[in-house]
């Protein structure tokens, strides 16, 4: 049974920082992608940033220079340094084995 679990969630102000950590389980050392998505109420959910084994990364245009992925993804861990938060960062995040297997999600709410 494969999971994804994330942790690092949480209430911040603007301009503030949040790390956001994601762990995989199971047989899935196949799938060579991970990445973070959100999902904001109202809004369908949207990439913020994958990472591949092969070190290829891709960011969403709305938190290149302010968001940095990192992880091991034959250690199935990935995760999300999420600095100069804004409130329209404020979603539900996402961990993603290849957009197929999902986490649960954590909160990110951005608000003074």
């Known amino acids: 049974q494969v999971q994804l679990v994330e942790s690092g969630g949480g209430l911040v102000q603007p301009g503030g920082s949040l790390r956001l950590s994601c762990a995989a389980s199971?047989?899935?050392?196949?799938?060579?992608?991970m990445g973070w998505y959100r999902q904001a109420p109202g809004k369908e959910r949207e990439l913020v940033a994958t990472?591949?084994?092969?070190?290829?990364?891709n960011y969403a245009d709305s938190v290149k220079g302010r968001f940095t992925i990192s992880g091991d993804i034959a250690k199935n861990t990935v995760y999300l340094q999420m600095n100069s938060l804004k409130p329209e960062d404020t979603a539900v995040y996402y961990c993603?084995?290849?957009?197929?297997?999902w986490g649960q999600g954590t909160q990110v709410t951005v608000s003074s």
């Open positions: 990472i591949t084994s092969g070190g290829s990364i």
């Open positions: 993603s084995k290849a957009g197929i297997f």
């Open positions: 199971g047989s899935i050392f196949s799938l060579n992608r």
